[in-house]
């Protein structure tokens, strides 16, 4: 009896353990509408994207307050900044401001790719919306990520110096935002978006150098909130009853 008993409590753990991480794999962050709500830090390394990157993420846009929102913003003096409704699609303090606005209400897939020396493209849900050449010289490094608002300055204590300014603020929801070390072809990008926000596609690349699931753990301020997407909710349950009737058999 003992040993049967042992054997199932083991089970139970390891299943428990597997239905926290697959959620993990599923969490998105949502943003207040202040300039108090965002993430900020300092990346291990951005050497990898000096010469060329691609950003995706999917983005839901949720504020109008914002009249640029930032979603993404690397500093220091806009070496890569990523908005939410078309205005900012910037590299090396050069942007590209799209006429179009994108998607309100609905989640979306944006792509930004850049190489020194070669192109800018954005794409959203899979099709390119615009291009531009880029400059000859490599990004910055030693700057910090913000996402949600544009860099605030913080002081040794970490108390805000100089705080973004209200235009600047994302106010959405935000889900897989990563950073490739490469430009990914318009294919691998279509491919990306018609898979769905709640496929795992973006895992095959091995260029994927700074990952959603990392900047999941990067430090939060104001209200930034961890969901589930609703429309992921079905696929994490799946995963988690094929888990439950593997245990069934054993």
């Known amino acids: 009896m003992m040993p049967f008993l042992f054997s199932l409590i083991y089970c139970l753990h390891i299943l428990g353990s597997f239905a926290a991480e697959e959620e993990r794999a599923y969490l998105a962050l949502s943003f207040g509408k202040t300039t108090e709500d965002y993430i900020q830090f300092t990346p291990s390394d951005m050497s990898p994207f000096q010469s060329s990157f691609t950003g ?7 504020n109008d307050d914002g009249r640029n929102p930032v979603v993404l913003d690397y500093e220091p003096v806009n070496e890569i900044i ?13 942007n590209l401001a799209l006429s179009r606005k994108f998607p309100e209400n609905m989640w979306f ?15 959203i849900n899979g099709g ?12 910055t ?5 913000c996402l949600g608002n544009a860099v605030n300055s913080r002081d040794p204590g970490n108390r805000v110096q100089s705080r973004a300014d209200p235009i600047f603020t994302f106010g959405g929801q935000l889900y897989k935002l990563n950073l490739f070390s490469e430009v990914l072809s318009s294919s691998e990008i279509r491919q990306m978006s018609e898979a769905g ?10 260029t994927r150098a700074l990952k959603w699931e990392e900047i999941l753990r990067e430090p939060r301020y104001g209200n930034v909130v961890e969901f589930v997407p609703p429309e992921c909710v079905s696929y994490l349950m799946t995963k988690v009853e094929k888990m439950i009737n593997l245990f069934k058999e054993i």
């Open 56 to 62: 995706c993420a999917w983005i839901k846009r949720q």
């Open 109 to 123: 897939h944006y792509c930004m790719s850049w190489s020194a020396g070669g192109k800018k493209i954005i794409y």
């Open 197 to 206: 926000m709640c496929s795992s596609i973006e895992l095959k690349h091995e």
């Open 82 to 94: 990523m908005g939410s409704d078309g205005y900012w699609n910037c590299v090396h303090d050069r």
């Open 128 to 139: 390119e919306v615009g291009s531009t050449s880029a400059l000859s010289r490599n990004l």
């Open 141 to 145: 490094m030693g700057g910090e990520i």
